[in-house]
Nanobody, 121 residues
Framework: QVQLVESGGGLVQPGGSLVLSCAASGSIFSINSMGWYRQAPGKQRELAAAITSGGSTNYADSVKGRFTISRDNAKNTVYLQMNSLKPEDTAVYYC???????????????WGQGTQVTVSS
C-alpha cells in the first residue's frame, strides 16, 4: 500500500549535525501531517517534531531550537535537520506520515523502519 523509507541516521559527535529523510511511496492521495518520533534506550517513544499539511510545526521541548522539521510534498518526503546534537538525542528515530490512501480513501498512519542516531564522542 504505502511504504516509508528512512535514511540519514548514523554516528555523530556531540555538537554535530545530521539530517534525516523519510520518503513515502505507494497509493497516496494526499499526506496530512508528518512527524518524527524517537525512542531512546529505557525511555518511551516520544514525538520529537511534527509538521502539518499547512506547514505548522511542533517540537518537543527537548529538541526545540535545535531541530527543524520540513517537508517536500512533491516528493512525499519529510526531513529532520538536527543541529547541536547531544548524547541524549541518541535514539531510534521513526518517521510517521498520515496518509489518505488513494484507493480506499481512508486515513492511515504509516511508519518508517526506524533509523539509529547515535551521538557520542
Amino acid at each position: 500500500q504505502v511504504q516509508l523509507v528512512e535514511s540519514g541516521g548514523g554516528l555523530v559527535q556531540p555538537g554535530g549535525s545530521l539530517v534525516l529523510s523519510c520518503a513515502a511511496s505507494g497509493s497516496i492521495f494526499s499526506i496530512n501531517s508528518m512527524g518524527w518520533y524517537r525512542q531512546a534506550p529505557g525511555k518511551q517513544r516520544e514525538l520529537a517534531a511534527a509538521i502539518t499539511s499547512g506547514g505548522s510545526t511542533n517540537y518537543a521541548d527537548s529538541v526545540k531550537g535545535r531541530f527543524t522539521i520540513s517537508r517536500d510534498n512533491a516528493k512525499n518526503t519529510v526531513y529532520l535537520q538536527m543541529n547541536s546534537l547531544k548524547p541524549e538525542d541518541t535514539a531510534v528515530y521513526y518517521c510517521n506520515q498520515r496518509v489518505r490512501d488513494g484507493r480506499t480513501w481512508q486515513m492511515y498512519d504509516y511508519w518508517g523502519q526506524g533509523t539509529q542516531v547515535t551521538v557520542s564522542s
